[in-house]
């Protein structure tokens, strides 16, 4: 394995074939995309809708199905194994390690979707051709009102709870338990080996991981470029900087810059500070809306949220929708989600392998499984129930507070300041509010792209924990530079629904890490039962 890295001369440390093969793919991707906008649209969006209609189903079955088989190892024996010698211990603090958790899976999306998501749910004007929210018109909640309301929190939990995490722990356990107990490189080509063993340092386990690195550039680039228009929205209210173009590609500069810089630092300086302080920002942010807002009424939202998800979250994930419309919303939301979550999840799940050394395997499901979830259902609660509180509760009247209409036009970066305006006003303080979520904008972003940059220079240093700094920096470039060009040339859009169409050959890779493990447990299993018999 060693002798295939670069002993020497630009490349060392890296295999040369792999870094320059994901370099050539990177360049002709974004040539594509970027130049050829309108083609590359067409192309994937079609692609996308052929995906999402004829593979719903088997979309549905496989999330239940990885789920299922998280389960199956917290109450199985296998739970008692850990990551890593059967002496290791955890690398981080619990505390540092949810901090990362929670900052690199999740970052930026529930702060763009925290209040837009569920405000479209508890609309019923259907105004983007399907209904906004089929699991409450089915419970008898069709018009805008507290049952509503409820539903409209727990799609919005369902959409970003167990499930899609589910994906993040098979992806994590799988590299992280071939990593650290069968000292194999910390790469997605591991997860091969219980199929085709030694092999793995061949052809099929260089497209397994250059896979990987496509997935963390275009997944951190698509994310980088469409996120900055959120910041620049908070720009413009805090200091009347325009939110253009030029304002974007700057944003871009400065958290590509700031990244880099903690990616340099490694996970146990840069990553693990930002994401720390991540969450103590967030811990503010969040008292603010639940302390300034309806609080008695928060609270109870979130027991009956809670309550109606438990009961819930199994019949809604096995849900299939066979009617014209509510195909179209289980498509456009729900099999989009899971798509999401399966391109996300090789990125993801490496970085989550890397700081989980030394973990039970029930410590660890249970951990990326429940924590991240809870904290993302105290956050969309709060969010998104302040600004369905301010619907409900208009002085005009029910949805008469605009931000309904703030999301049926799709400017959903407007939407969350506005419901923080109905919070502490436009004031001082309310100005205050607002750099602190631009500023978590920001920081989560740094945690995402230093994250990703970690993530893809370790697969091409074939499992390296500690890469070659010159190439963190480089990656960390071409991250910034690849969202900046197609920001600039209009090939975001066509990116993200390529995405999308990309997660149904990962959802197989998954299933293929899944078997892996689940094969390698079972021979361990029995290879400690012939030696305690001997």
């Known amino acids: 394995m060693v002798t295939e890295l670069a002993q020497g001369g630009f490349f060392q440390g890296m295999h040369r074939g792999m870094t320059i093969c994901s370099a050539v793919l990177v360049l002709a991707f974004v040539l594509f995309t970027g130049f050829q906008s309108e083609t590359a649209s067409v192309l994937f969006g079609t692609t996308r809708t052929w995906i999402e209609s004829t593979f719903s189903g088997y979309y549905l079955v496989t999330v239940m199905l990885l789920l299922t088989v998280c389960g199956f190892i917290v109450f199985s024996k296998y739970g008692n194994v850990r990551l890593g010698p059967d002496d290791s211990r955890p690398e981080f603090s619990n505390f540092s390690w949810f901090s990362m958790l929670f900052s690199a899976g999740i970052g930026i999306g529930i702060l763009f979707f925290g209040v837009a998501e569920p405000i479209f749910y508890l609309d019923n004007t259907g105004g983007f051709g399907y209904p906004n929210n089929p699991h409450a018109d089915m419970a008898g909640a069709a018009t805008i009102g507290y049952e509503r309301a409820i539903d409209a929190l727990r799609v919005t939990v369902f959409h970003w709870g167990l499930h899609g995490w589910a994906i993040y722990v098979i992806v994590g356990m799988s590299l992280a338990y071939f990593a650290y107990r069968k000292q194999l490189p910390l790469a997605l080509r591991s997860a091969l080996y219980p199929f085709i063993g030694d092999r793995i340092f061949g052809v099929w386990g260089h497209l397994f991981d250059i896979l990987g690195v496509l997935g963390c550039v275009f997944g951190v680039a698509t994310s980088l470029g469409l996120g900055v228009s959120q910041m620049a929205v908070g720009l413009e209210r805090l200091m009347g900087i325009a939110s253009g173009l030029s304002t974007q590609l700057v944003l871009i500069a400065v958290i590509s810059f700031i990244s880099i810089v903690s990616a340099v630092s490694g996970v146990r300086r840069g990553i693990r500070i930002i994401s720390q302080m991540n969450i103590w920002v967030s811990v503010f942010v969040v008292g603010v809306f639940l302390i300034g807002g309806p609080t008695l009424w928060l609270f109870g939202a979130f027991g009956e949220t809670l309550l109606d998800y438990a009961i819930n979250f199994i019949p809604m994930g096995l849900w299939f929708a066979d009617e ?55 956050w969309l609660v709060i969010f998104g129930g302040n600004a369905i509180y301010q619907e409900l509760y208009a002085s005009g009247g029910v949805g008469s507070a605009g931000i309904i209409d703030l999301v049926n036009a799709w400017e959903l970066p407007a939407a969350l300041f506005a419901a923080a305006d109905g919070i502490v006003g436009t004031g001082t303080f309310g100005w205050i509010l607002s750099a602190l979520m631009v500023f978590l904008l920001m920081s989560w972003f740094v945690t995402s792209s230093d994250s990703g940059t970690l993530v893809l220079t370790t697969i091409l240093s074939l499992g390296d924990e500690e890469p070659p700094r010159r190439f963190r920096i480089i990656w960390g470039v071409v991250i910034g530079l690849v969202a900046a060009t197609l920001l600039m040339a209009g090939g975001l859009k066509a990116l993200q629904t390529a995405l999308i169409a990309a997660a149904l050959p990962l959802s197989v890779v998954i299933l293929v890490m899944t078997a892996g493990v689940l094969i390698s447990l079972f021979g361990e299993s029995r290879r400690s039962l012939v030696a305690a018999k001997k």
């Open 324 to 378: 014209p419309g509510t195909v179209d919303w289980q498509q456009a939301w729900t099999i989009f989600y899971w798509g999401w979550w399966l391109a996300w999840a090789p990125f993801v799940g490496l970085f989550i392998a890397r700081i989980s050394k030394g973990r039970t395997l029930r410590e660890f499901v249970l951990g990326v499984l429940f924590v991240p979830t809870l904290l993302i259902f105290v």
